[in-house]
């Protein structure tokens, strides 16, 4: 397959756009991206995006979508995957142009939640679990990662407390990124004193929701001169729908394989992975996506966030611009987002949080409580 | 790109599976499809549906279905294009295979539909068209239908009556089909005096809903000796999503452009296709799909039906095991069912309906109201 690079980047800031719709805040990340990089043409658009059918009441949004840019008569395709839809969205693009089916992909993740009680999204993120034995018993998406993080803790004696420095560190990140949804520092005591949502799992342990779209254009790799990133590692794998289900709950199988079959894609090894856009839709998969990964032993991953590694200047930044925690949560534009916070870093354009050391970073977006986990690295040269 | 074949099939019965889950449905498909050839794993599974998240509340298919089916950790998509969404799950599945990514896809359509209120089934398929102009004003899918064959009748004069006979072929087909709907045969006469549903629109103008799936096995074409089916052609286009954006709303410009890209991947012309397994959700979608692809000109399509051109035994046949209009239309698994039906006439499977000359045979399933258009050349060799 040929090599494939990333040239264009368009995002909007996560926030509750009532002002917007669906296809407006994917456009305002679309046109940034075909701007970014001077296109005059696409030839296929794949579209991320989990809740339009219940939120918007819309789906079709390859069409959709392809319709409001006005790039009429190009294919176009929705893909869904959860709260992975978003990378699912960017692995189906850098296939087609990999692949030679198409010369410039546009990958678009967008999700508009803030219109809906919150009751319904709810409801409607619970569709990601197991209907027959998860969702239909009533247990909710934060449950289910509660479930999880009692058993965590449990297995390791850590303590909640523990887990502060992954949303410390997320929340001090977005300080300096405007598309973030929140700029308010965290602190420890912040941290443990915040409303309990599902015990052990706290608000500050939980990432917000909201409305945004980011973007990404590719193309072959042998078209672009200068300095190039290219999409060097790409998988997708599966585990159990429902957690219980899995012989060790708290071990993200799907996450290891993919990032496994990433690596050897890329050439590499989790050494050389320079930073770490994680997927920290709670604490705990933080920590889990850590140890899956192969950066820290099976129930350490908590160590990295105590010891610093963590933070922009640690041996292994993530969420460097603010992760799920901060910078937000449009479940289905996600994967997009820390696409972009990737390519950001690799052109060294990260700004405040633009980090010494960006050659090779990864992307790695959890859908279902890990049961559709797709991992990306690209590099730049 | 490899050249891609495809060796196995399985389908179950269009019908009110009250009996059976939406996973469940998908499995038996799966399961003849992996029987019918013989495959000891499967490496990417690509899942096509347009409604569970509202009829059945279950998202994420592509960790649902292929944990099911105990082919854990593989990559797994969900692609969603409305009512072509099982062709956009067979095309994901081909480029997979064509591109290299994987040596052995599965593609397979479900859908679940007659567990709901059939006004949530109609409010749910209306997100297929654009919430903004159409479905929030009160447009069903049918309604917009009936508008364009209003139109259509005004622009040709043909008469209702004109369109019997795509309906009457259809369920004269799906007599010797056991996977469809309806076995029951269709008159003239029946066909004028049916119950009326949105003007001109009457109840045996339109195809029904159901319950179903249907799976598809694709390899690498070098890997198969003796007779083999290929994919010879795979194309999609999208137009506006509302059809009052369109100059012409009576002209399906995706069903066009697929068809002639489809076409020139095949190296051949409209003449050459041996059968067309056709999206005649409504009559009037048979008659402009017919004109688009090259088989009748402008406002002649219905000519084909009048002169029995389109039976068994005519010289374009359609819908040759019940179409959309007597199989039934499971939305999402619908594009899977064409194109099992197109393998089965080029192995020469069909039973009864077994066509005479089938060597090269195309389907095409439609998104929207012409939205997403989606189109398929197989060849035996």
């Known amino acids: 397959m040929r090599a494939v690079a990333a040239i264009g980047i368009g995002q909007t800031k996560v926030d509750e756009h009532w002002d ?18 001077g296109i005059d043409h696409i030839d296929g658009v794949y579209v991320g995006n989990m809740l339009s059918a219940s939120a918007n009441r819309q789906q079709n949004l390859g069409a959709y ?25 960017f692995r189906a693009a850098f296939l087609a142009v990999a692949s030679g089916e198409v010369d410039i992909a546009l990958a678009v993740g967008v999700e508009k939640m803030t219109d809906s009680p919150s009751g319904e999204i709810t409801a409607s993120l619970a569709t990601a679990a197991s ?20 058993r965590y803790i449990y297995e390791t004696s850590w303590k909640h407390r523990d887990f502060a420095n ?17 700029h308010m520092p965290l602190t420890e005591e912040k ?16 990432s917000p929701i909201g409305d945004g779209a980011a973007a990404i254009i590719l193309v072959p790799a042998e078209r672009v001169s200068g300095k190039i990133i290219r999409v ?51 604490t705990i998969m933080a920590a ?47 994967g997009m987002y820390q696409l972009v916070e990737v390519i950001e870093q690799l052109r060294g354009t990260a700004g405040e949080n633009q980090l010494d050391k960006a050659h090779i970073g990864m992307a790695q977006n959890i859908g279902g409580s890990g049961s559709n986990i797709i991992t990306h690295i690209l590099r730049n040269d």
Chains 1, 2 share one sequence.
């Not at 456009?27 to 075909?34: H, L, Q």
């Not at 992954?166 to 929140?182: E, K, L, Q």
């Not at 496994?260 to 930073?275: E, H, L, N, R």
């Open 20 to 37: 917007k719709s669906l296809k407006e805040l994917a456009g305002d990340a679309i046109f940034a991206a075909v701007q970014d990089c």
């Open 65 to 89: 979508i392809t319709d409001w840019i006005g790039a009429k008569n190009v294919g176009a395709l929705r893909l869904e995957s959860a709260c992975s839809s978003g990378s699912a969205a």
């Open 131 to 150: 209907a027959d034995w998860e969702a239909d018993q009533g247990l909710s998406f934060v449950a289910l990662n509660a479930l999880l993080m009692q």
């Open 166 to 182: 992954f949303s410390i560190n997320a929340h001090a990140n977005a300080m300096h990124n405007p598309y973030a949804r929140f």
């Open 191 to 206: 941290f443990v004193n915040a409303a309990m949502i599902c015990d052990p799992i706290n608000l500050m342990d939980s």
């Open 232 to 282: 060097v590692g790409s998988a997708a794998a599966t585990d159990t729908i429902a957690v219980h289900d899995r012989k060790h709950p708290t071990w993200l199988s799907a996450a290891e394989r993919s990032s496994k079959t990433a690596y050897a894609q890329a050439g590499i090894s989790p050494q050389d992975i320079d930073f770490f856009e994680y997927h920290d839709a709670f």
């Open 288 to 334: 889990l996506s850590l140890e899956a990964c192969g950066f820290a032993e099976r129930g350490k991953g908590p160590q990295l966030a105590l010891d610093g590694a963590i933070r922009l200047d640690g041996a292994l930044p993530v969420a460097t611009m603010g992760g799920l925690k901060a910078r937000g949560h449009p479940v289905g534009a996600t």
